[in-house]
């Protein structure tokens, strides 16, 4: 059993930042990705940033040079750092992890339930 839970969120106003914060746990062997993605009602789920185990990061075009994502591998979490927030920004920020639970079987795919960050104007 894997369980990924979201902390921060809340209100922000524009220009400002924000950081987030998702915590892995249960039988994990071992995490080869995290990331984040965002979504607002009635749209579909956008990837934001994911980072590999190894330290191989990429971005989504909108939020290059103003989020950074990053992992403490010895917690079991990943972080995203947001700066110059703007409206666009606001969404449901989700954590995803692929998390493999013993060595040699399947990796499985682990979600949170979401963190809401409303950026004001």
């Known amino acids: 059993q894997v369980e990924l839970v979201e902390f921060g969120g809340g209100l922000v106003e524009a220009g400002g930042s924000m950081r987030l914060s998702c915590v892995a746990s249960?039988?994990?062997?071992?995490?080869?990705?995290m990331g984040w993605y965002r979504q607002t009602p009635g749209n579909q789920r956008d990837w934001v940033a994911t980072?590999?185990?190894?330290?191989?990061?990429n971005y989504a075009d909108s939020v290059k040079g103003r989020f950074i994502i990053f992992r403490d591998n010895a917690k079991n979490t990943v972080y995203l750092q947001m700066d110059d927030l703007k409206s666009d920004d606001t969404a449901a920020y989700i954590c995803h992890a692929i998390v493999q639970t013993s060595s040699n079987i399947p990796w499985g795919n682990y979600w949170g339930k979401g963190t809401q960050v409303a950026v004001s104007s």
């Open positions: 249960g039988t994990i062997f071992s995490i080869p990705l």
């Open positions: 980072m590999t185990k190894d330290g191989l990061i």
